[in-house]
């Protein structure tokens, strides 16, 4: 059974960086296709950034981009998320997700075809 597990959220600063962990096991990770969404209070669930299973092609969100870093280890199963210059309207629940057995080039923004979802890690920017 495929599990994800994120990790490295907490409570910053505005300004602040943070570095997201999101942990695979039970599945092929080195296969997936892997992607970053965060849920604000209130609000729908919105694309942060995403990566294919090779790491070399990413994509991210318009409020995101410039700023946040989507990339992966397929050594030790695990995609990071590198948030720099943090805004206090980057307050939400940060998920990992994964589609496994994706093809090279496949890169996903819609959240509905991810296949796995991590439980989230609370990110909170104070102004």
């Known amino acids: 059974q495929v599990q994800l597990v994120e990790s490295g959220g907490g409570l910053v600063q505005a300004g602040d960086s943070l570095k997201l962990s999101c942990a695979l096991s039970?599945?092929?990770?080195?296969?997936?296709?892997m992607g970053w969404f965060r849920q604000a209070p209130g609000k729908e669930r919105e694309f942060v950034a995403a990566?294919?299973?090779?790491?070399?092609?990413?994509k991210y969100g318009d409020p995101v981009k410039g700023r946040f870093t989507i990339s992966r280890d397929n050594a030790k199963n695990t995609m990071y998320l590198q948030m720099n210059s943090l805004k206090p309207e980057d307050t939400a629940i940060y998920y990992c997700?994964?589609?496994?057995?994706?093809?090279?080039?496949?890169?996903?923004?819609?959240?509905?075809?991810?296949?796995?979802w991590g439980q989230g890690t609370q990110v909170t920017v104070s102004s």
């Open positions: 997700a994964a589609k496994g057995n994706a093809i090279t080039s496949t890169i996903i923004s819609d959240s509905g075809s991810y296949t796995y």
């Open positions: 039970g599945g092929t990770f080195s296969r997936s296709a």
């Open positions: 990566i294919n299973r090779g790491g070399g092609i990413t």
